[in-house]
């Protein structure tokens, strides 16, 4: 009786000793093997793995010292390999049931190649010049029967022009429809300019009223602006603050250094000092003429 074992699955069998050198079939793997003589069955082979008792490291031993002594290499311990160990098993050939198959299938064939690989192995200038030649190609559709309806849909635009929104384009003058330099301090000295006329002409016909009511717009003005130009200099830090309010002439080097974020309430503040002195001008103009009258009346 021949005793071996399974090949794929390592599964002992045994076999009568006249069917040495055949094929059989594995009852548990269902793996084709190869039946080996008497011989070759009894003699042992491979190697044993065994740990080592003294230092515990693993070592490898033939098959054939099964039952007999051994030397560690690492600590020199001798101890005995026992007898009933089982060698580690040859790495499973190939089955003949395998290699059948592929000699009755002969040269491996080629998978056919998709579209898609194809276009992805040409260059990328050459794909994505045919990508454009594509895009402009119509893309042909199944077409129902015309009716009257449709006649009209026709007439909308594409749907890719849909997709894309104009842009409109936006006023030169901003918002509200004023221009851009009306918003700035050009603005403010043109409506100042045009409220100081006004009141000029007022003056001309009642110097008084005319010079008291452009002094008093004028001072408006400049309260205005310094109050403005002071909540600015407050929202960079208190100490600024401080320096504009106590500091002699460091409002004009702010105000240099600063000209974007402080230009309007300066800007306000130098048209209130200019009304504020032609206004003084206009109003005290009659009051010199009649103290002059007084003195040479003398």
């Not at 080996?36 to 490898?60: F, I, N, W």
């Not at 290699?99 to 080629?110: K, L, Q, V, W, Y």
């Not at 594509?134 to 635009?157: G, L």
């Not at 929104?165 to 301090?185: A, E, F, H, N, Q």
Request: glycine content about 10%; overall charge neutral.
């Amino acid at each position: 009786m021949i005793r071996f074992k399974c090949q794929s699955c390592g599964e002992p069998l045994t076999s009568p000793d006249s069917t040495a050198g055949e094929t059989g079939r594995c009852p548990h793997c269902r793996e084709i093997f190869d039946i080996p003589s008497p011989r070759a069955a009894a003699k042992p082979a491979g190697l044993l793995r065994l740990v080592c008792p003294g230092c515990d490291k693993t070592l490898g031993v033939p098959a054939a010292a099964a039952g007999k002594p051994c030397v560690c290499p690492s600590c020199s311990l001798k101890f005995l390999v026992p007898a009933d160990a089982e060698p580690e098993p040859a790495p499973a050939p190939r089955s003949r049931r395998g290699r059948d198959d592929d000699e009755d299938d002969g040269p491996a064939r080629r998978r056919p190649r998709d579209d898609d690989e194809d276009d992805d192995r040409r260059p990328a200038r050459r794909r994505s010049r045919d990508d454009d030649e594509d895009d402009d190609e119509p893309v042909s559709r199944s077409r129902r029967p015309r009716d009257d309806d449709e006649d009209d849909e026709d007439d909308r635009p594409s749907r890719r022009s849909r997709s894309k929104p104009k842009k409109r384009r936006k006023s030169r003058g901003g918002g509200g429809g004023l221009p851009d330099w009306y918003r700035g301090p050009l603005g403010r000295l043109a409506e100042n300019a045009v409220i100081t006329v006004l009141l000029g002409l007022l003056a001309l016909a009642v110097p008084g009223l005319g010079g008291g009511l452009l002094t008093a717009w004028g001072f408006v003005l400049m309260m205005g602006g310094s109050i403005w130009f002071l909540v600015l200099s407050a929202k960079e830090g208190v100490d600024q603050l401080l320096l504009n309010l106590f500091i002699p002439f460091y409002s004009l080097y702010y105000a240099i250094s600063r000209w974007d974020n402080v230009k309007h309430p300066v800007t306000l503040y130098l048209i209130g000092l200019v009304q504020y002195l032609i206004g003084a001008f206009v109003f005290l103009l009659p009051l010199l003429a009649m103290a002059q009258q007084q003195q040479q009346m003398r």
